[in-house]
């Protein structure tokens, strides 16, 4: 997307100098990283930035407009609603791709947000590896808003944990250690020093909620989530006991689980931003377009892409029994910005907001980025394919 630092990376890259960055970074906690790793970052440019933090600032007029909550109460599931929701989410995640518009300017479209955290770890440690094998320049950074890797980890810190010791935060999650993100997990803890918790490890006494640490039953008080009550109803059988978190308990949540829905497909219908796709709830839907081939249904109520009905017909929309919970979308037609040995990739770019308290906004702190040649960004359109997978954009400063 920067074509000069482009050409320049292309021209110096060797797999050989690849493999020896992945042994290195996969020599700390080994084992640890499933997913891909694409050969190359994404460089972007100041003007492309600005675009899509325009874009991010106008979804945040939304989300801090005072009847938000009002208008996104249907938005969690019942059963799932969770007490003591505090005032906004700490981290929010927006979803470009790069596309190109009807000049051929490369242009971001927003594909999903989320009020939930993302790899806010492994984006340190990752990109900072990068650097040592490869050129980048030093006037580009994967950190935002003028961060650097000191600023940012005691930004995530004073979010994460404010004022709590660290042995009293946990980070919460279904089994932790066999999660493809633990990488994740094991970073956040080796840069703030607290826990990967597995909710059946979780001891409840009344309100309180304790765990083991070396042995020793100890407090929670905070809670940095990363459990999807999805991925709770999925496992659920293969599970011991385990504490219900729909429970009063006396913990603060970072972020709360109900900023996972707050904050989601279920936001997109309210947004009106050139680089946001038009998105309607179905069960509001006045006319169905002529041209369905244009556009994409989800269901509000899954994540990792579950569901997404690519090619939609008149007999998917007509047979659908829940039509408020799902969402009809414009497609956006991802561009193979990228050039790499064989094909161009297409991208897409994750722009990672914290939000501390105290704040009248979130902020943009960090960033990662996915490449794909398939049909959509996932594994499995991108199998046995190189210059895919995981990645993350050096901005420039």
Not at 105 to 134: A, H, N
Request: net charge negative; glycine share 6%; charged share 25%.
């Amino acid at each position: 997307m920067v074509p000069s630092l482009r050409k320049a990376y292309n021209e110096s890259f060797t797999k050989e100098q690849y493999q020896q960055f992945l042994n290195d970074l996969n020599s700390k906690y080994p084992g640890a990283i499933e997913f891909r790793l694409a050969e190359t970052p994404v460089f972007v440019s100041k003007s492309f930035a600005q675009k899509m933090f325009d874009a991010c600032e106008s979804i945040i007029d939304v989300i801090t407009d005072p009847h938000f909550k009002e208008l996104t109460e249907r938005a969690i599931p019942q059963g799932e609603r969770v007490p003591n929701e505090n005032g906004h989410a700490h981290m929010i995640a927006f979803d470009f791709g790069v596309c190109e518009d009807d000049k051929g300017e490369l242009v971001p479209q927003l594909i999903e947000m989320q009020g939930f955290p993302t790899l806010f770890g492994f984006q340190v440690y990752y990109p900072d590896l990068l650097r040592k094998y490869f050129p980048v320049p030093g006037n580009y950074s994967q950190y935002l808003n003028g961060l650097n890797h000191d600023t940012y980890l005691q930004q995530l810190k004073e979010v994460i944990m404010g004022d709590t010791p660290a042995e009293n935060v946990i980070l919460l999650e279904i089994k932790p250690h066999e999660q493809k993100t633990r990488i994740d997990f094991y970073c956040t803890r080796e840069y703030l020093g607290i826990e990967p918790v597995c909710i059946t490890e979780l001891i409840q006494e009344g309100k309180k909620l304790y765990y083991l640490k070396d042995g020793v039953k100890t407090a929670v008080k905070r809670i940095y989530n990363r459990a999807i009550f999805d991925d709770l109803k999925a496992q659920k059988s293969k599970l011991a006991n385990y504490v219900d978190i729909t429970q009063d308990l006396d913990v603060e949540w970072v972020p709360h689980p109900n900023w996972f829905y707050r904050i989601s497909k279920f936001t997109i219908p309210f947004i009106q931003h050139p680089y946001v796709p038009e998105t309607w709830f179905l069960n509001e839907l006045k006319q169905v377009p002529a041209d369905l081939e244009n556009y994409v249904l989800k269901p509000l109520f899954s994540f990792a892409g579950q569901g997404v009905v690519i090619d939609v017909t008149q007999d998917h929309i007509i047979n659908i029994p829940d039509p408020e919970n799902w969402i009809l979308q414009r497609k956006v037609n991802y561009a193979p910005v990228i050039p790499t040995p064989d094909v161009p990739a297409k991208t897409e770019i994750r722009l990672m907001y914290l939000w501390k308290d105290g704040w009248d906004r979130p902020r943009p702190a960090i960033n990662l980025a996915r490449l794909s040649k398939g049909k959509m960004i996932g594994v499995d359109y991108n199998k046995n394919k190189e210059w895919v997978g995981g990645s993350v954009c050096y901005f420039e400063q």
